[in-house]
């Protein structure tokens, strides 16, 4: 049992974290991350349709499939092409096994694919198409809320039924990823007057990218500096950020990290310079995070982070570049879009941490299924309001298969379905956003349950930061921030004593004391690697 002393050192660490999402009304996959397959997808909940959208460069067929274990068995395909006309022809179709999907038609099933569309433009096939979440027949999956789906993606380069003799022959490439394709949340993009919203991007100058594999470009960025210089202020307003959007502007980038500063080190470069996995240790509060297979997060209307002031005066950018194939002379300037406005919101957000110690984590190998879980009980003293969850994003590495947080309430009901992901994939992760919110008041017990796959593995896995060893976490995103609710972990459920601020409409907000100050840096030098952990996060 680790003490009361350990946790409190992931306080300060998790106090702004930002883990960016597939926003609802926009959803996107990028397949290999090279815009070469693309995958976007509405929900319209009134009249219970999914629409989806594949662009791809390829002039041959293109498919989408459905599936609950990422196996072409049983799974639901849609396959269309541009024929030699210009018409688009879009199938629905259901995979038997490993051979071409029959038409549900030919099976017993119906059609269920309206709205088609689509073109072939510059070497690229652009289709579209609607169809009901729940279509009534066997052949089609029904898209469920909340529920986390394996994706099948594939493509022939050149040739299709129109030209290859009515065949769809082998495919070029495919993949299988993960989605949430109903998430939880109805939409909280934005409204449409966008220019009420003010925006101010971060990003690293114009860096090379190193010629090795791995390699870490750092930042720090004045935001305080940056919003008076660019609305000509003298005197900074209280601001909430409303949006962080990433902006990927090289395929080597593997994840991009954003903390906030609670004090203004000394003796050190603005950058960009080299970092490596080393950081400037009174920054370590995340306040923003991207990678592979993320996008945009938009705030819910009654909710956002803090920005310009308090431990986002100051931020500090790492970036982190995969260049596997050793290439020379790269050129980045990666970074975020931030969206923010002077009229306030009502509440602050927070972040709470849930899981499983990593220290903890021992995961033989050869073993088709590994569970730990970790339970905690929610009895400190909470303002009898409680708090209201926004969104969960669970996380593990490579070997996790399924995680969820279940949430037990004090008349004892059990909700063990909301944060949820049975398709677990480390290059898609996704935030659940929650709508309406999650109320929890004192007495509420949650759990984190993590199921491990280690088959054609001969080693031992062990806990921690790299992504060869595994982890169990759940980020919960809540507010008031200021209920400071922090860490859920081995029976311990506390809250943050460091940060006391006030309501976010009152404009005397003021930073933690210097005792406070003094006391978290002594933790988070003690407890560093903590933070070093996210590095690996995506």
């Known amino acids: 049992m680790y003490g009361l002393n350990y946790y409190k050192n992931y306080l300060g660490f998790i106090s702004l974290i930002l883990i960016i999402s597939e926003t609802f009304t926009q959803n996107t996959i990028d397949a290999w991350n090279d815009k070469s397959f693309i995958v976007n997808w509405n929900v319209n909940t009134s009249v219970g349709n999914i629409s989806f959208e594949l662009d791809v460069a390829t002039t041959g067929w293109i498919a989408i499939g459905f599936s609950n274990d990422g196996y072409m068995a049983n799974s639901d395909m849609i396959m269309g092409y541009i024929d030699q006309k210009g018409i688009p022809i879009v199938e629905d179709r259901w995979a038997v096994g490993r051979s071409l999907p029959e038409l549900d038609t030919n099976l017993g099933g119906t059609n269920d694919l309206t709205n088609i569309s689509g073109y072939l433009i510059s070497g690229r096939t652009n289709i579209k198409f609607t169809r009901k979440l729940k279509t009534g027949d066997k052949y089609d999956y029904e898209i469920i809320q909340g529920k986390s789906y394996k994706i099948l993606l594939a493509f022939r380069s050149i040739g299709n039924p129109s030209t290859e003799n009515g065949a769809y022959n082998q495919h070029t490439k495919m993949i299988s990823t993960s989605a949430i394709l109903y998430p939880n949340s109805e939409s909280t993009i934005l409204p449409a007057s966008l220019e009420t919203y003010k925006t101010l991007n971060i990003t690293l100058s114009n860096i090379t990218i190193a010629k090795t594999q791995t390699s870490y470009m750092c930042q720090f960025f004045r935001v305080d500096q940056l919003l008076k210089s660019s609305n000509n202020l003298s005197t900074l307003p209280k601001y909430h950020a409303v949006k962080f959007e990433p902006i990927f502007n090289s395929k080597f980038v593997h994840h991009i990290l954003f903390f906030g500063c609670a004090r203004f080190p000394s003796n050190v470069a603005i950058g960009p310079f080299e970092c490596q996995e080393s950081m400037e240790q009174s920054c370590t509060n995340i306040i923003g995070l991207a990678g592979v297979g993320s996008s945009s997060l938009d705030l819910p209307p009654e909710a956002a982070f803090v920005w310009g002031s308090e431990e986002t005066t100051l931020v500090y950018m790492q970036i982190h570049y995969d260049n596997s194939n050793l290439i020379e002379g790269v050129k ?71 995680i969820r947080t279940e949430i037990t309430y004090p008349n004892g009901k059990t909700d063990s379905t909301t944060f949820r992901n049975d398709n677990y994939d480390f290059t898609m992760q996704y935030i659940n956003l929650i709508n309406p919110t999650i109320n929890v008041k004192k007495g509420t017990s949650f759990k984190t349950i993590c199921e491990y796959d280690t088959t054609g593995i001969n080693t031992t896995t062990i806990g921690g930061e790299s992504t060869s060893n595994e982890m169990c976490f759940s980020f919960i995103g809540y507010y008031p921030k200021e209920m400071n609710f922090a860490f859920c972990m081995e029976n311990t459920c506390i809250l943050n004593p460091l940060y006391r601020y006030t309501d976010a409409s009152n404009s005397s907000v003021s930073l933690p004391t210097t005792s406070d100050i003094k006391l978290e840096l002594g933790m988070r030098n003690l407890f560093l690697m903590i933070t070093l952990i996210f590095f690996y996060l995506f």
């Open 332 to 402: 980045d300037n990666s970074g975020f879009k931030i969206y923010y406005t002077e009229k306030l919101r009502p509440y602050n957000m927070g972040v709470s941490i849930h899981g499983y110690p990593i220290q903890k984590i021992s995961l033989q190998g050869g073993q088709k299924s590994i569970v730990l879980s970790d339970q905690c009980n929610c009895n400190m003293d909470m303002d009898p309001k409680g708090i209201n969850i926004v969104f969960a994003a669970l996380h593990g590495h490579k070997l996790l298969k399924k």
